[in-house]
């Protein structure tokens, strides 16, 4: 790598992680011991509340003073302040926002209407910036995908679908994360394969254990599940 790309990486990289370093000015001073939730209460509202939140805001943010005005800043952390409590698993290929430590690309630090503090519904997030709109250019980088008027089908194939049915496998509604991992794993497209998906993919015959047979196999109802169910009682 030249010098121009490591420059041009490193910058990139400080401009991705400077939300995690932005230290703000408070419009008011206020004391150490103040109960922010009292003007900030819409921090602390969702049907998902982020533990640290209940217990206090001192738990991620310290209040500092400088030339009469008072600074909420993040906690010193070695990396990013979401490492100090989440250990982060370093995949074979990872996820460019969580390899880039961008948590908040996806996740609320305070709360959230949706599961794992996500911004979004699951396929929403994931669609901003992988779903292919017209005019677009394909890009190497971020590898986009064309679905139907809705979004509700149209990847891998044309009418396969990516939201609106049941998950055979879960039974929970389709979305991306039916098949991909949202981190990383080990294969291209960080892809699930039989250790990530529901059930016991070891105990199948060889040509089901990757993920697309083994999801069809328990949709055609050919996985013999049910008769292994009934053996097992």
Known sequence: MNHFAKCRGAALLLFLTSSFSYAGMHPIRVASNTNCVECHADHAK??????????????????TEREDATYILLKPAKSVICRDCHEMKEPMRAHFPYGSNMC??????????????????????????????????????????TLSLNNTMGHPYERHPVSGVIDPLTGTEMSCMSCHLAHGGTMPHYLKMAAEIPEDALNQNVETNDMCHKCHMRLWGLDNSTKKKKKNH
């Open 104 to 145: 908040l690309r996806c996740h609320n630090p305070h709360a959230a209407n949706d599961p794992r503090l996500l911004n979004a519904k699951v396929n929403e997030i994931c669609l901003e910036c992988h779903l292919r709109r017209p005019g677009q250019l394909s890009s190497q980088y971020i590898p986009t995908i």
């Open 46 to 63: 969702g049907v998902y509340v982020h533990t640290p939140v209940k217990q206090g805001c001192l738990e991620c943010h310290v209040v």
